[in-house]
């Protein structure tokens, strides 16, 4: 995890209907599309590990329930208290 990650994106590998809306609209650029199939036969969505700013944009760009879930570093969601 690097300095700059204020979040981490988990995508479910066999909810995602690899529409790429979320790959468009990541101003980080650290989502893309993999190349394996999943159950459903779509080419699902991957994160790179590492970059994300915990914005939430591809969530909420998402047309697919629960596929994508954000999770916020604690030590960046607690006011005056700095990373590590």
Do not use: W
């Not at 459903?40 to 970059?51: E, F, R, W």
């Not at 879930?69 to 005056?80: F, N, R, W």
């Amino acid at each position: 995890m690097g300095k700059s990650d204020r979040g981490d994106i988990r995508i479910s590998f066999h909810l995602c209907k690899g529409c790429t809306l979320c790959v468009a609209a990541c101003p980080s650029k650290v989502l893309t599309q993999g190349n394996a199939l999943n159950r459903q036969g779509y080419y699902a969505a991957l994160y790179s590990g590492s970059g994300c700013t915990g914005c939430g944009i591809c969530f909420y760009v998402c047309p697919e329930p629960d596929a994508i879930t954000i999770l916020i570093h604690k030590e960046d969601a607690v006011p005056g208290k700095s990373a590590a």
